[in-house]
C-alpha cells in the first residue's frame, strides 16, 4: 500500500463549477498535510496546509481533514482554466524531521 | 516567486559522470531538503539538512550525498550516474523549529543522463 494514494485523473471539470480533490493516507502518525499545485515542467507550488481536522478555507480554495478516515481532500470553487496543472498532497509525519511524502498527484482540467 | 534559487536549470550528463547541484534557501529559512521527482510522479525525498549537517535519508544510495554551507545554502552531488537519475531535482526550504512547517520549492534542476 501506498502511503499517500490520489487519484492520478484527469478530473475534468466545467470553468465554474467546484472541483474536488481526494487523498487518502497510510501512517495514522501523519501530522501535517500539504496541498501543492504543479504546472506542467514547473516546480510545486504550495496553496495550503492544514493539520487539524475540519476545513480551511483560503479564497477559493478549501482543505478539509478527516484523520479517523486518514482522508484530505481540496476543494476549488469557481474553478478556472488557468486551475488546469497537476495537484499534489503531501503529508508529514510526527516526531523527526518533516520530510514531506507526495501522492502522485491528480491531474485537473478546466474547460471553458 | 518563492526566494527559493537553484542552479543550474538543466544539465545533460553521461552515464558514469559526477554532478553537482546547488540551492539557495529562503530568506529567513535554515533547513534545505532535497527531492527527487521522475515524469509522472511525486517527489521522492532524498534527504535534509539542517546546521551543516544531514537531518533525515530517504531512500536513496550513497552516492548522493549533500553539503550545507553556513548561510544555509545547500549543494546535491550525485556520483556514478546511472540512466534512471534523469529526473527533475528540487530543493525546499523550511525552518526547522519553527511554528510554520511549510516547504517551498526552487524552481528545480532537470538532469538528463544519457
Known amino acids: 500500500q501506498k502511503e499517500v494514494e490520489q487519484n492520478s485523473g484527469p478530473l475534468s471539470v466545467p470553468e465554474g463549477a467546484i472541483a474536488s480533490l481526494n487523498c487518502t493516507y497510510s501512517?495514522?502518525?501523519?501530522?501535517?498535510f500539504f496541498w501543492y499545485r504543479q504546472y506542467s515542467g514547473k516546480s510545486p507550488e504550495l496553496i495550503m496546509f492544514?493539520?487539524?481536522?475540519g476545513d480551511k478555507e483560503d479564497g477559493r480554495f478549501t482543505a478539509q481533514l478527516n484523520k479517523a478516515s486518514q482522508y484530505v481532500s481540496l476543494l476549488i470553487r469557481d474553478s478556472q482554466p488557468s486551475d488546469s496543472a497537476t495537484y499534489l498532497c503531501?503529508?508529514?509525519?510526527?516526531?523527526?524531521?518533516?520530510?514531506?511524502?507526495f501522492g502522485a498527484g491528480t491531474r485537473l482540467a478546466v474547460h471553458p | 516567486e518563492t526566494g527559493v534559487t537553484q542552479s543550474p536549470t538543466h544539465l545533460i550528463k553521461t552515464r558514469g559522470q559526477q554532478v553537482t547541484l546547488r540551492c539557495s534557501s529562503q530568506?529567513?529559512?535554515?533547513?534545505v531538503s532535497w527531492y527527487q521527482q521522475a515524469l509522472g510522479q511525486g517527489p521522492q525525498f532524498i534527504f535534509q539538512?539542517?546546521?551543516?549537517?544531514?537531518?533525515g535519508r530517504g531512500n536513496f544510495p550513497p552516492r548522493f550525498s549533500g553539503l550545507q554551507f553556513p548561510n544555509y545554502s545547500s549543494e546535491l552531488n550525485v556520483n556514478a550516474l546511472e540512466l534512471d537519475d534523469s529526473a527533475l531535482y528540487l530543493c525546499?526550504?523550511?525552518?526547522?523549529?519553527?511554528?510554520?512547517?511549510?516547504?517551498?520549492f526552487g524552481p528545480g534542476t532537470r538532469l538528463t543522463v544519457t
Open positions: 530568506s529567513g529559512h535554515n533547513t
Open positions: 501512517d495514522r502518525g501523519s501530522q501535517s
Open positions: 503531501a503529508v508529514t509525519l510526527s516526531g523527526g524531521y518533516n520530510k514531506l511524502i
Open positions: 525546499a526550504s523550511s525552518l526547522f523549529g519553527g511554528a510554520r512547517p511549510e516547504q517551498y
Open positions: 539538512y539542517y546546521r551543516e549537517e544531514e537531518n
Open positions: 492544514i493539520y487539524s481536522n
